[in-house]
């Protein structure tokens, strides 16, 4: 899953708000009917679904909270602005999820060792559960940011859906067993998922150096003849960099000529449409 921060916020100001609001109360409803498969109806499959379910709205409640604040301007304590604050939310939702496969966990295995009764109603009201998911799934999307994150997470609900339905109806007519063996398979998806999204946390964080910005910067460079002595550049959050190089020009040039020489090299990033802010420090060759 992708995290990145973007100003889906400020669209939830104007006439995106509705849709956040959408997707939250399309989460309750198929979360709903999941719980009711799950928790009335005995299918083990349907109630990791319906946990899942149920973290999925607070985490999207948090992710918007740390979308709007990665949204803040530069302050007294954030000299570069608040936008790594995103990743907050995809923390959360990251922590919930982790609890709900340790409980399901521990739940599987007690249940592996007895027995115990799927309805054939699990399968109908796991069905009903799938259409709203898909429906939030899509709105999420479109609104992008740490919703990116909530989206990839939901999407494990649809397929959960899929799984459910087919378990839980081979658990209530064949063998409570096939039933348990669609709950194990969504545990393990789930817990791949973490996985990945704790990875990509990682490089966010871990200040990884671009390699094709620097490649463009070097470009740049040699195009206007300018020695180039260091470049150190970061993602601060996918599709923003901040960065400092230090080149060389001759000892006579003035100060004017120096600094048009590095506003031309940010100017001529900017016009291949990279948001980098870049510092140019200029010694003498």
Request: proline letters at 2%; a neutral charge.
């Given at each position: 899953m992708r995290v990145e921060a973007n100003a889906c916020f400020s669209v939830w100001r104007g006439c995106g708000i509705k849709y956040f609001h959408l997707v939250v109360l399309l989460s309750v409803l198929g979360g709903f009917f999941k719980i009711v498969s799950g928790v009335f109806?005995?299918?083990?499959a349907a109630l990791v679904d319906a946990l899942t379910s149920?973290?999925?709205?607070?985490?999207?409640?948090?992710?918007?909270?740390?979308?709007?604040?990665?949204?803040?301007?530069?302050d007294t304590d954030h000299h570069y602005g608040h936008k790594r604050m995103f990743v907050g939310g995809s923390m959360f939702s990251i922590s919930l999820y982790s609890v709900v496969?340790?409980?399901?966990?521990?739940?599987?295995?007690?249940?592996?060792?007895?027995?115990?009764e799927v309805h054939i109603l699990a399968t109908v009201f796991a069905t009903?559960?799938?259409?709203?998911?898909?429906t939030a799934i899509l709105i999420s999307k479109k609104m992008g940011g740490s919703f990116g994150t909530y989206a990839k997470f939901t999407m494990v609900e649809i397929i959960e859906c899929l799984v459910v339905i087919t378990s839980s109806l081979g658990g209530a007519i064949v063998n409570y067993l096939i039933d348990l063996t669609g709950a194990s398979f969504l545990l393990i998806y789930l817990y791949v998922e973490i996985v990945r999204e704790v990875r990509n946390l990682l490089h966010v964080i871990s200040d990884k150096a671009p390699i094709y910005l620097t490649e463009k910067i070097r470009k740049i460079?040699?195009?206007?003849?300018i020695e180039i002595r260091s470049i150190r550049v970061r993602e601060v959050v996918p599709g923003k960099y901040h960065g400092d190089m230090?080149?060389?020009l001759p000892a006579e040039t003035t100060?004017?000529?120096a600094h048009e020489v590095a506003d031309t090299i940010e100017t001529s990033l900017k016009a291949l449409g990279i948001d980098v802010d870049l510092v140019v420090h200029v010694e003498p060759a």
């Amino acid at each position: 899953m992708r995290v990145e921060a973007n100003a889906c916020f400020s669209v939830w100001r104007g006439c995106g708000i509705k849709y956040f609001h959408l997707v939250v109360l399309l989460s309750v409803l198929g979360g709903f009917f999941k719980i009711v498969s799950g928790v009335f109806f005995g299918s083990k499959a349907a109630l990791v679904d319906a946990l899942t379910s149920i973290v999925n709205v607070v985490a999207a409640l948090v992710v918007a909270k740390y979308e709007s604040m990665s949204l803040m301007p530069p302050d007294t304590d954030h000299h570069y602005g608040h936008k790594r604050m995103f990743v907050g939310g995809s923390m959360f939702s990251i922590s919930l999820y982790s609890v709900v496969g340790g409980a399901m966990l521990v739940d599987l295995i007690y249940s592996g060792i007895g027995r115990y009764e799927v309805h054939i109603l699990a399968t109908v009201f796991a069905t009903l559960g799938a259409l709203p998911y898909l429906t939030a799934i899509l709105i999420s999307k479109k609104m992008g940011g740490s919703f990116g994150t909530y989206a990839k997470f939901t999407m494990v609900e649809i397929i959960e859906c899929l799984v459910v339905i087919t378990s839980s109806l081979g658990g209530a007519i064949v063998n409570y067993l096939i039933d348990l063996t669609g709950a194990s398979f969504l545990l393990i998806y789930l817990y791949v998922e973490i996985v990945r999204e704790v990875r990509n946390l990682l490089h966010v964080i871990s200040d990884k150096a671009p390699i094709y910005l620097t490649e463009k910067i070097r470009k740049i460079s040699e195009d206007l003849d300018i020695e180039i002595r260091s470049i150190r550049v970061r993602e601060v959050v996918p599709g923003k960099y901040h960065g400092d190089m230090v080149i060389a020009l001759p000892a006579e040039t003035t100060i004017r000529k120096a600094h048009e020489v590095a506003d031309t090299i940010e100017t001529s990033l900017k016009a291949l449409g990279i948001d980098v802010d870049l510092v140019v420090h200029v010694e003498p060759a």
